[in-house]
């Protein structure tokens, strides 16, 4: 069964750094993207940016570039989200998920790692 | 602001048929790029509904259906149910922006 299993919730203070992950089995995890995607509180999907693990390629959307990292570790199978410093504004759920080629779906989505940031 | 435009919200009986409109522009939809759906019952993960324009995975009723014209997409479903009470979304693939995914605001569907 192809399988994404994200880390579990977070509670950090603004200006607090944070890597989370999601770990793909089932599949051969350097053949497809993984992609990360945010949902704030009551909000709709907001992609964020797409790794290759095969050879690092990475892509993000204009409205995360700079904000975050995306890295992998296909000794692994993992793929990270990272924060250097987080703002409150960051509070939300993040999901993972398998992407075939850069113009396909979604398939299948982690479980969610849910970010709280509060002082 | 979304890239593809969704209704914020759609309504319909038991048993009835609703379609959910996903609205994009010359270099997403227009340029001939897929569009696909997912389904998001409360408090869950995001599910893939319908990819590649009209295609169901396995296990996803026909009572959903996508097509695809122009710059524009829909959802359809027939013989709602309470259990359709969820958000749906549509997604493509945008060429203006470098390797750029693009998701629709989402629509609320409300089983009366």
């Known amino acids: 069964e192809v399988q994404l299993v994200q880390s579990g919730a977070e509670v950090k203070k603004p200006g607090e750094s944070l890597k989370i992950s999601c770990k793909g089995s089932?599949?051969?995890?350097?053949?497809?993207?993984i992609g990360w995607v945010r949902q704030m509180p009551g909000k709709g999907l907001e992609w964020m940016g797409i790794?290759?693990?095969?050879?690092?390629?990475?892509r993000y959307s204009p409205s995360f570039q700079g904000q975050v990292t995306i890295s992998a570790d296909k000794s692994i199978s993992t793929a990270y989200l990272q924060w250097s410093s987080l703002k409150a504004s960051d509070t939300a759920m993040y999901y993972c998920a398998r992407l075939g080629d850069v113009q396909n779906w979604f398939d299948p989505w982690g479980q969610g790692t849910l970010v709280t940031v509060s002082s | 602001q979304s890239v593809l435009t969704q209704p914020p919200s759609v309504s319909g009986a038991p048993g009835q048929r609703v379609t959910i409109s996903c609205t994009g522009s010359s270099s997403n939809i227009g340029a001939g790029y897929d569009v696909h759906w997912y389904q998001q019952l409360p408090g869950t993960a995001p599910k893939l509904l319908i990819y590649g324009n009209s295609n169901r995975p396995s296990g996803v009723p026909d009572r959903f259906s996508g097509s695809k014209s122009g710059t524009s997409a829909s959802l359809a479903i027939s013989g709602l149910q309470a259990e359709d009470e969820a958000d749906y979304y549509c997604q493509s693939y945008d060429s203006s922006l470098s390797g750029s995914v693009v998701f629709g605001g989402g629509t609320k569907l409300t089983v009366l």
């Open positions: 790794i290759y693990p095969g050879d690092s390629d990475t």
């Open positions: 089932g599949y051969s995890f350097t053949s497809y993207w």
